[in-house]
């Protein structure tokens, strides 16, 4: 997570990368903000427009936690970035529960994804098998977000005693002393939060589109044979819009994340003289705020790829103009 905070680094006026630098320190004041005013309101709308669902499948549950997840990440993230921007003295207790926070719900947010899409390709693998389909409930499916969220956690809970709150010169921030143990979360929490990810997703979109051809070609075949397309040809168009959602949402994903995962590796060494820190700071903002603009975009894409979500969305802001014409007229 990028948990500066703060002013960050300043160096002279007239050094070379001097107004690269302050362009990113631009983006790292102002950019979560911006996050916050398209994403938190956006993400509300997730959460009612699905309440008023009435079929709420495993699939729809992972959608309205990956909304409650991202709004809270989005908050604990703005929250942590004003107490050390504004130097509130949040002692090294509140610097360790912040900032295990924010990479355990950022990373948490990532992985509902992951589970999304298995479950998707267990669906269109094994439409028949019964043994497969009775894991697609929402029971079972908030067992498994429970068991994923606490191996997410045991995976980041050095940081409760490895991150110490400190001022540095003019600005402050929470510094890790133990440099090895500063590289073993580091790449622990890259690789929980976007490489492994970024993998499975590409791995699991693959094989679904592999799954969604063959069952067109199976279907075609069979189309004289109305036995097969009979029985699930009211499911046809809702398994589509369920199928463009996760494929929009897991291209958005893999767009916003493959800067960060560049930036990770292409910066292993580190870099000397002023210029050259200035442009991975600057690289290294826009990757932040490409991979953080993740969590406001979802609703936009269910909005724009789903006709049943619209519909239910466009229902429900209708009601609530509805109530209030009401009560004004009471």
């Not at 007239?14 to 956006?42: C, H, Q, R, S």
Request: overall charge positive.
């Amino acid at each position: 997570m990028n948990s500066t905070g703060s002013s960050g680094p300043h160096p002279l006026e007239g050094e070379p990368g001097y107004d690269l630098m302050m362009t990113g320190e631009v983006i790292n004041k102002y950019y979560m903000w911006v996050i916050f005013a398209f994403g938190f309101p956006a993400n509300v709308a997730t959460i009612v427009t699905i309440c008023h669902m009435r079929h709420l499948g495993s699939f729809v549950m992972y959608v309205a936690l990956l909304a409650v997840m991202d709004n809270l990440a989005i908050v604990i993230k703005i929250v942590f970035y004003q107490l050390l921007l504004n130097k509130v003295n949040i002692a090294t207790a509140g610097c360790r529960a912040l900032e295990f926070l924010g990479n355990f719900l950022i990373t948490y947010c990532n992985w509902l994804l992951v589970l999304m899409a298995i479950e998707r390709l267990m669906a269109v693998r094994y439409p028949f098998r019964i043994h497969f389909q009775s894991c697609l409930t929402r029971q079972k499916a908030g067992v498994i977000s429970a068991i994923v969220g606490g191996v997410i956690a045991g995976m980041y809970l050095p940081i409760l005693w490895a991150s110490t709150y400190r001022k540095n010169g003019q600005s402050v921030e929470c510094q890790k002393d133990d440099l090895d143990l500063l590289q073993a979360i580091h790449w622990t929490s890259m690789a929980m939060y976007a490489f492994i990810p970024f993998i499975i997703l590409v791995i699991c979109n693959a094989l679904i589109a592999r799954e969604i051809r063959m069952s067109f070609r199976l279907r075609s075949a069979f189309r004289s044979i109305n036995t097969f397309i009979s029985t699930r040809h009211c499911d046809i168009p809702v398994q589509r819009q369920i199928m463009l959602m996760l494929f929009s949402t897991t291209f958005m994903f893999l767009l916003l994340h493959f800067p960060i995962c560049v930036f990770v590796v292409a910066t292993y060494w580190p870099v000397s003289g002023p210029q050259a820190y200035a442009i991975k700071y600057f690289c290294q903002q826009l990757a932040y705020l490409l991979c953080d603009s993740n969590h406001a975009l979802n609703f936009y894409i269910y909005f724009l790829s789903a006709r049943k979500f619209r519909k239910h969305f466009k229902y429900v802001i209708t009601c609530m103009f509805c109530d209030r014409s009401v009560a004004a007229h009471l």
